[in-house]
């Protein structure tokens, strides 16, 4: 089985903070077209996005990853 990304801590993130795209990405320190990458779950994901991602939401990788 694949790894794929657990959206839902990032959807309630934004959710939580009234936060759109934009804005969270401003916050991450990521592109617009990154963060749609992660949340469609593409294949080539780069790990700098998804560390930032974890950054921000204070979480640990494990919690945003599907095994």
């Given amino acids: 089985m694949k790894n794929t990304i657990n959206t839902k801590p990032i959807l309630s993130f ?3 903070n009234h936060l759109n795209k ?5 916050l991450c320190g990521i592109s617009v077209y990154s963060l749609n990458k992660i949340l469609t779950n593409p294949k080539g994901l ?7 991602i974890v950054n921000l939401l204070n ?9």
Avoid: G, H
């Avoid at 934009?22 to 401003?26: L, N």
């Avoid at 780069?46 to 930032?52: F, L, M, Y």
């Avoid at 979480?59 to 095994?67: A, H």
């Fill in 22 to 26: 934009a804005a969270f990405c401003r």
């Fill in 59 to 67: 979480i640990k990788l494990s919690d945003l990853l599907n095994t």
């Fill in 46 to 52: 780069r790990v700098t996005p998804i560390v930032k």
């Fill in 14 to 16: 934004m959710k939580e």
